[in-house]
């Protein structure tokens, strides 16, 4: 099995849905779809709010799909902000083969849609996980309001060689997933939030993204203790969030 194949079956782990299933939140939203292909369908959940300071737009992590990421995104509208999560190429009833080309201009064609048919007075760009990848360039591109990057990674070398000696993949990662070089020279507030006992993203990778940052407005919440997929439970992530958001 070529090693390429081997990572992106680890990197990657999408779950489809059929194209007639029914979302059921307990948020108010709305079910809806891009186009940045004729063959393509990017499916999204679109949670409102009354009179929203704007619209976060939320990239998960790798696995599973939006009926079990919709429930984790959909925590966010509780500062009165609209969220919007997408489903990438093969995941849930999104279609489309998903390129590390492609999943970047997914995300700048939903981000440019948005803008420009919802008009939010901000957007902020949310990445979680193998997210923060997708997101960092995206706001690399577009300077978004804010940034917020929870379990980020530096990129998919630094990550994948916590799991395999270097000499393996060197040169054969069809995902780089630069986080860092998409982030040089920014000038929007960044926050980044991080467990010290995550064992899939380890915390050293995400303070090597936060360090390299040249970036006055940026911001490194440590979680001592915290893991991969518990911060939530921690009180200090919704405050740190709230007053980060506001």
């Given at each position: 099995m070529p090693i390429q194949f081997l990572l992106e079956k680890i990197i990657f782990r999408p779950v489809k849905i059929s194209a007639d299933y029914l979302f059921h939140f307990d948020s108010n939203f709305?079910?809806?779809?891009?186009?940045?292909?004729?063959?393509?369908?990017?499916?999204?959940?679109?949670?409102?709010?009354?009179?929203?300071?704007?619209?976060?737009?939320?990239?998960?992590?790798?696995?599973?799909?939006?009926?079990?990421?919709?429930k984790i995104s959909s925590q966010l509208t509780k500062f009165d902000y609209d969220v919007i999560a997408?489903?990438?190429?093969?995941?849930?009833?999104?279609?489309?083969?998903?390129?590390?080309?492609?999943?970047?201009?997914?995300?700048?064609?939903?981000?440019?849609?948005?803008?420009?048919?919802?008009?939010?007075?901000?957007?902020?760009?949310?990445?979680?996980?193998?997210?923060?990848?997708?997101?960092?360039?995206?706001?690399?591109?577009?300077?978004?309001?804010?940034?917020?990057?929870?379990?980020?990674?530096?990129?998919?070398h630094d990550l994948i060689s916590n799991y395999f000696p270097s000499f393996l993949f060197k040169n054969k990662l069809n995902f780089k997933l630069k986080s860092h070089s998409y982030l040089i020279n920014t000038q929007f507030p960044i926050l980044i939030l991080h467990g010290t006992k995550d064992t899939v993203v380890p915390y050293s990778s995400g303070q090597k993204?936060?360090?390299?940052?040249?970036?006055?407005?940026?911001?490194?919440?440590?979680?001592?203790?915290?893991?991969?997929?518990?911060?939530?439970?921690?009180?200090?992530?919704?405050?740190?969030?709230r007053e980060f958001l506001e």
């Open positions: 709305e079910e809806i779809n891009f186009y940045p292909e004729s063959d393509v369908e990017i499916n999204a959940l679109h949670f409102k709010v009354k009179n929203p300071k704007g619209i976060i737009l939320y990239f998960h992590g790798n696995k599973d799909n939006l009926a079990r990421c919709g997408i489903d990438y190429r093969g995941y849930g009833k999104s279609t489309g083969t998903l390129s590390e080309e492609t999943f970047f201009s997914d995300a700048l064609f939903c981000y440019t849609q948005i803008r420009e048919t919802l008009n939010p007075l901000k957007i902020v760009v949310y990445g979680r996980s193998l997210g923060t990848g997708v997101a960092s360039h995206l706001a690399g591109k577009v300077n978004p309001d804010k940034l917020i990057l929870e379990t980020p990674y530096y990129d998919m993204l936060f360090e390299s940052l040249q970036n006055p407005l940026k911001k490194l919440i440590t979680f001592n203790g915290g893991k991969h997929n518990n911060l939530n439970s921690f009180q200090n992530y919704w405050d740190e969030l």
